[in-house]
């Protein structure tokens, strides 16, 4: 079965409060077995625009990563995240070929 992930680019205006948002999403990770790939770090832009920081989180499937999105534990992070920061985030499937 193919896993499932998060890949977010997010900019961050106010760090402080922001660290707000990455205790509370602690819970539904840790619900929904997520596991970090990349988190911020150092890059290398080679082509387009992206924001400051890149994330990648795997789930055990796609449907988890959905429900884990979807959670009321990760939707009241979101609201503690939303003032102070910019975030595009896709969940898609990997490959299992």
Same mark, same amino acid.
């Given at each position: 079965?193919?896993?499932?992930?998060?890949?977010?680019?997010?900019?961050?205006?106010?760090?402080?409060?922001? /660290?707000?948002?990455?205790?509370?999403?602690? %819970?539904?990770?840790? /619900?929904?077995?997520? /596991?970090?790939?990349?988190?911020?770090?150092?890059?290398?832009?080679?082509?387009? /625009?992206?924001?400051?920081?890149?994330? %990648?989180?795997?789930?055990?499937?796609?449907?988890?990563? !959905?429900?884990?999105?979807?959670?009321?534990?990760? !939707?009241?992070?979101?609201?503690?995240?939303?003032?102070?920061?910019?975030?595009?985030?896709?969940?898609?499937?990997?490959?299992?070929?």
């Amino acid at each position: 079965m193919a896993k499932g992930y998060w890949v977010a680019h997010v900019d961050v205006e106010n760090l402080e409060n922001y /660290k707000k948002y990455i205790a509370a999403n602690a %819970v539904a990770f840790a /619900k929904y077995g997520a /596991k970090f790939l990349v988190r911020g770090g150092k890059y290398d832009t080679r082509e387009g /625009k992206m924001r400051d920081r890149t994330v %990648v989180i795997e789930f055990k499937d796609l449907a988890t990563a !959905q429900d884990c999105y979807d959670s009321p534990e990760y !939707q009241s992070a979101i609201a503690l995240r939303a003032p102070y920061s910019t975030a595009d985030v896709i969940i898609i499937e990997g490959w299992d070929g």
